[in-house]
């Protein structure tokens, strides 16, 4: 039997009284857990999204097995916050593999969710957790140097090629400022420009990693104010 703090990133109903539930486990990484008979027993209540629970589950298959579990906290989310949640979970989906370990991947998810409460720009909150999803999952991103380990002018524009980096160019239909990138990388504030071209960026390297896949919640984001 094991004992893990997790939130669930996605539900699905699997055979006539039971739920899949896709996980991410504090100190296991994701895992899938099977929930049998939740809707044949009225006295059980189905996980939800966006709430910590402290669980006891069993199984080494590819399918765990749920045993009993307690809702540590309830997180006050508002509807914008749960879709861009849903965001969050897909993005997790599409770049984890069950059973294996990625150390501070439940810290990032648990720290990225609960930022959401008191944020005052979303769109900034997307980019840290979308860096560090990428970072934890083994992808390559740099902001603060170029593709010569040079520090990054603000001053100076440059395309970013996935997996290498940020290049020098005088012109180009692709192209970020510095100011941009160090904003990225965290050495200064986010302006309104920056924050836009940083989306563009980030959203064009989510892409390259997840390709073939599409981000469904990415058309729902468009009709939330952020």
């Known amino acids: 039997m094991y004992t893990s703090e ?8 699997y055979r006539e009284s039971s739920n899949l539930y896709e996980a991410i486990a504090k100190d296991y990484g994701k895992i899938t857990l099977i929930h049998k008979g939740i809707k044949a027993n ?20 590819n399918i765990k097995f749920l045993r009993d579990h307690e809702v540590m906290e309830k997180l006050n ?6 879709v861009i949640g849903m965001y969050y979970n897909e ?10 370990h990625i150390e501070k991947l439940y810290d ?42 040079q520090i990054i002018d603000k001053r100076k524009k440059y395309e970013y090629i996935p997996d290498f980096g940020p290049k020098v160019v005088q012109n180009g239909k692709e192209t ?22 940083s ?18 919640t990415r058309e729902i984001l468009k ?3 952020l």
């Open 223 to 225: 009709y939330i104010s």
């Open 6 to 13: 997790i939130y669930i990133i996605k539900i699905t109903p």
């Open 199 to 216: 989306r563009v960026l980030m959203k064009r390297l989510i892409d390259y990693y997840i390709q073939p896949k599409k981000i469904k």
């Open 91 to 100: 993005l997790m989906h599409y770049l984890t593999k069950n059973d294996y």
């Open 42 to 61: 009225k006295k059980k209540n189905s996980l939800e999204l966006f709430s910590p629970y402290k669980i006891n589950w069993s199984g080494k298959g």
């Open 176 to 197: 970020y400022s510095g100011e941009t990138l160090a904003a990225l990388s965290g050495h200064q504030s986010y302006s309104d420009k920056s924050v836009k071209e």
């Open 77 to 82: 989310l508002l509807p914008k916050h749960n």
């Open 108 to 149: 990032h998810y648990n720290i990225s969710l609960r930022s959401l409460q008191k944020s005052d720009n979303f769109l900034i909150d997307l980019n840290n957790y979308e860096i560090g999803i990428l970072i934890l999952t083994g992808h390559y991103l740099v902001f603060d140097t170029d593709a010569n380990d």
